[in-house]
């Protein structure tokens, strides 16, 4: 028998007979089974998921992160624990949300609401997404699904990853490509290598006035030079994830000139909880049945 926990009471009813579920949230109680857990489903959001339970678990052989970027688990993650991330459970909702900020951005959405709630119509001409280049940087899961919705947007769509491939070019293309770009999305996880990978070098090889789109992690920028160059009026940005975040009630993000900021709502759709949902169930019976498990994301 597998003890496994995970955050969402009508899993168990989707599962294997040989695995025993315990539901926990990450706000109740933790369940009296810590000893006898072997598979934990960490409760979605930062907030809300117990990390440092895991090393209370004698019998942890896996953790199952809901979110795609699992930077924040390593530190926590015991020696011998296989960590899982939920690679394609954001893919649609992140995607949309980045496609959104893009459009609420060029066609000017901020600056009508506030004028709605001043009672001023504010007529003016806004940029268009049509006929404009995208530059998706991180061209995974999430960025190939930014680029299909974009299908429909008659735009350039230029493409970048960690290594080359068919079609796409790898990171050290950048200094190339970025003057080409109206737009760059960031779709990159959090590593040592895209930590600060968007510096003031970066920013200044950008086209005057193109807008920069991050639902990555908010570390992938440096914060001060993009304060710089929203200041300046060069560059616009929207920004899902900041750094730090969220900004505490002084920061200069807050007003920062150009930009739209969303609070980290990327992935927290009504598409999440089904595609969660899914994935647990699939990864548990796999477990259960000595299958290989998929979207492991590291080992040791």
Same mark, same amino acid.
């Given at each position: 028998?597998?003890?496994?926990?995970?955050?969402?009471?009508?899993?168990?009813?989707?599962?294997?007979?040989?695995?025993?579920?315990?539901?926990?949230?990450?706000?109740?109680?933790?369940?009296?089974?810590?000893?006898?857990?072997?598979?934990?489903?960490?409760?979605?959001?930062?907030?809300?998921?117990?990390?440092?339970?895991?090393?209370?678990?004698?019998? $942890?052989?896996?953790?199952?992160?809901?979110?795609?970027?699992?930077?924040?688990?390593?530190?926590?993650?015991?020696?011998?624990?296989?960590?899982?991330?939920?690679?394609?459970? /954001?893919?649609?909702?992140?995607?949309?949300?980045?496609?959104? $900020?893009?459009?609420?951005?060029?066609?000017?959405?901020?600056?009508?609401?506030?004028?709605?709630?001043?009672?001023?119509?504010? /007529?003016?001409?806004?940029?268009?997404?049509?006929?404009?280049?995208?530059?998706?940087?991180?061209?995974?899961?999430?960025?190939?699904?930014?680029?299909?919705?974009?299908?429909?947007?008659?735009?350039?769509?230029?493409?970048?990853?960690?290594?080359?491939?068919?079609?796409?070019?790898?990171?050290?293309? $950048?200094?190339?490509?970025?003057?080409?770009?109206?737009?760059?999305?960031?779709?990159?996880?959090?590593?040592?290598?895209?930590?600060?990978?968007?510096?003031?070098?970066?920013?200044?090889?950008?086209?005057?006035?193109?807008?920069?789109?991050?639902?990555?992690?908010?570390?992938?920028?440096?914060?001060?030079?993009?304060?710089?160059?929203?200041?300046?009026?060069?560059?616009?940005?929207?920004?899902?994830?900041?750094?730090?975040?969220?900004?505490?009630?002084? /920061?200069?993000?807050?007003?920062?000139?150009?930009?739209?900021?969303?609070?980290?709502?990327?992935?927290?759709?009504?598409?999440?909880?089904?595609?969660?949902?899914?994935?647990?169930?699939?990864? $548990?019976?796999?477990?259960?049945?000595?299958?290989?498990?998929?979207?492991?994301?590291?080992?040791?």
């Amino acid at each position: 028998m597998v003890r496994a926990w995970v955050p969402y009471e009508d899993v168990a009813k989707r599962l294997p007979d040989t695995v025993a579920v315990d539901v926990y949230d990450g706000e109740a109680e933790p369940p009296a089974s810590l000893d006898e857990v072997e598979f934990y489903v960490l409760p979605y959001t930062f907030a809300r998921a117990p990390l440092h339970l895991m090393r209370d678990m004698p019998r $942890l052989r896996v953790a199952q992160a809901l979110t795609a970027g699992y930077e924040h688990v390593l530190p926590h993650l015991p020696a011998g624990v296989t960590l899982c991330n939920a690679a394609g459970v /954001h893919d649609t909702s992140t995607a949309e949300l980045a496609v959104t $900020l893009i459009l609420a951005a060029l066609r000017g959405i901020p600056d009508f609401v506030r004028g709605q709630d001043r009672r001023e119509w504010r /007529h003016a001409r806004h940029d268009s997404l049509a006929d404009r280049t995208v530059l998706i940087v991180g061209y995974g899961g999430i960025g190939a699904a930014v680029e299909r919705r974009l299908s429909g947007f008659e735009t350039t769509v230029l493409r970048v990853a960690s290594r080359p491939r068919e079609g796409v070019h790898g990171v050290d293309e $950048l200094p190339d490509l970025l003057p080409r770009a109206d737009v760059v999305v960031l779709c990159t996880p959090l590593t040592e290598r895209t930590r600060g990978l968007v510096d003031a070098a970066f920013l200044a090889r950008m086209r005057d006035h193109a807008l920069l789109v991050n639902v990555a992690r908010g570390q992938v920028v440096d914060t001060d030079a993009l304060l710089a160059e929203l200041r300046s009026g060069r560059l616009r940005a929207a920004l899902d994830v900041t750094d730090p975040e969220p900004p505490p009630p002084d /920061h200069p993000l807050w007003t920062a000139p150009g930009l739209l900021l969303s609070p980290h709502v990327g992935g927290n759709s009504s598409a999440f909880e089904p595609r969660a949902k899914r994935l647990i169930v699939e990864q $548990l019976t796999r477990y259960a049945s000595g299958q290989p498990l998929r979207h492991v994301v590291h080992q040791s």
